[in-house]
T-cell receptor, first 112, second 114 residues
């Protein structure tokens, strides 16, 4: 069966520090991968999606970037965090050519 | 443009009562529709989906949803709510851009009274 992991589970970082959140999927090949942000009291905002290694599409201009160095690994990064980057970050995957997305447990990021 | 509206931000029901969460979408063709549930501090779990065919779809945890094209709605229902159903519920529509992305509604937070 397929499993999706995210780490860390929680993170507290000062403004201006770098960020690296990792997501890995097991039990499937060539998945589509997605990064979402969920700000307090708001819905889910799609940040990035990827259909293959090195193929990243950005949905909104922002302080964040994403990379996919391996087929089942998706990384969310920032060089300098802003207060507005605080939120709950969710990674998701779907089978290539399918709509159903399956979500990881999320990372709670607090920028202080 | 495609959009999803969940008109109820908060809903409170008593345990054992029936539940209906509303979802309206804006879409030009037959949409792909989904309901997800999120417990506090957790990821999202897929409850059910509609692609085509029977307009009443059954999901996990005793939930069902009905697709009504004439009303552009995909409401989620449960005949008898359990305290463990307290969570946030998101409706989503799949986009047609070929990239298999979702547009999510803003969510409905369900509170269950004992």
């Amino acid at each position: 069966s397929q499993t999706i992991h995210q780490w860390p589970a929680t993170l507290v970082q000062p403004v201006g520090s770098p960020l690296s959140l990792e997501c890995t999927v097991e039990g499937t090949s060539n998945p589509n991968l997605y990064w979402y942000r969920q700000a307090a009291g708001r819905g889910l905002q799609l940040l990035f999606y990827s259909v293959g290694i090195g193929q990243i599409s950005s949905e909104v201009p922002q302080n964040l970037s994403a990379s996919r160095p391996q087929d089942r690994q998706f990384i969310l990064s920032s060089k300098k965090l802003l207060l507005s980057d605080s939120g709950f970050y969710l990674c998701a995957w779907s089978t290539r050519g399918a709509y159903e997305q399956y979500f990881g447990p999320g990372t709670r990021l607090t920028v202080t | 443009a495609q959009s999803v509206t969940q008109p109820d931000i908060h809903i409170t029901v008593s345990e054992g009562a029936s539940l209906e969460l509303r979802c309206n979408y804006s879409y030009g063709a037959t949409p792909y529709l989904f309901w997800y549930v999120q417990s506090p501090g957790q990821g999202l779990q897929l409850l059910l989906k509609y692609f085509s065919g029977d307009t009443l779809v059954q999901g996990i945890k005793g939930f069902e949803a009905e697709f009504k094209r004439s009303q552009s709605s995909f409401n989620l229902r449960k005949p008898s709510v359990h305290w463990s159903d307290a969570a946030e519920y998101f409706c989503a529509v799949g986009t047609t851009s070929g990239t298999y992305k979702y547009i999510f509604g803003t969510g409905t937070r369900l509170k269950v009274l004992a």
